[in-house]
């Protein structure tokens, strides 16, 4: 492979406008840029709680979501690619019974706190309920595919399930919503 970021500042930016992987230009603030720049941020955020001591099996499944939301954002980036698929769908899924497996069951709601992996891991989670309500207000005018909006979906379920194991690896409860407890 080339060098393919061999120049950082182009300046082709500059009048609010930016290119997409087909060349075609967009204003920057149109909806599939928002799409783009919140899959970025999720991978961001994602890179952030990977920087934190984690279980190798949490660090790991975490490391291949990246490289996912890298094959999301190629996606959107050029209009009618498909790139995500039922495979990555799947696999997110699987992901999500197994850490599952071992936790009790919720009888109550929880906050997002406790340890603060977990913590991460929950706002990771808001992150990726954005970028899936983003994606689905691009669908109003340029769909993506469906396994994108369903990997989104799917990932945040996944990413709840990690902020409780990751309570649990700490030797932290769950923070349980107490209703109206601060009146």
């Known amino acids: 492979m080339g060098h393919r970021l061999s120049k950082i500042t182009t300046r082709t930016g500059d009048s609010g406008e930016t290119g997409l992987g087909d060349g075609s230009r967009v204003p920057k603030d149109s909806a599939r840029i928002a799409a783009i720049g919140d899959v970025d941020e999720l991978n961001s955020a994602i890179g952030v709680l990977l920087a ?41 899924e699987a992901l999500t019974e197994a850490f599952n497996r071992d936790l009790p069951p919720l009888k109550e709601f929880i906050l997002p706190g406790g340890a603060r992996t977990a913590a991460l891991a929950h706002l990771v989670r808001t992150v990726c309920r954005r970028t899936e309500r983003t994606l689905v207000a691009l669908a109003r005018s340029e769909p993506p595919s469906d396994a994108a909006r369903i990997y989104l979906n799917r990932l945040s379920d996944l990413l709840f399930v990690l902020g409780r194991v990751l309570n649990r690896h700490a030797g932290v409860k769950d923070v349980l919503w107490q209703k109206g407890k601060h009146r």
Request: charged fraction near 20%; charge should be negative.
């Open 52 to 92: 934190e001591p984690l279980p190798e099996s949490i660090a790991d499944a975490l490391t291949g979501i990246q490289h996912d939301l890298f094959d999301l954002g190629g996606e959107l980036s050029i209009p009618g690619r498909v790139a995500l698929n039922a495979n990555q769908v799947k696999r997110i």
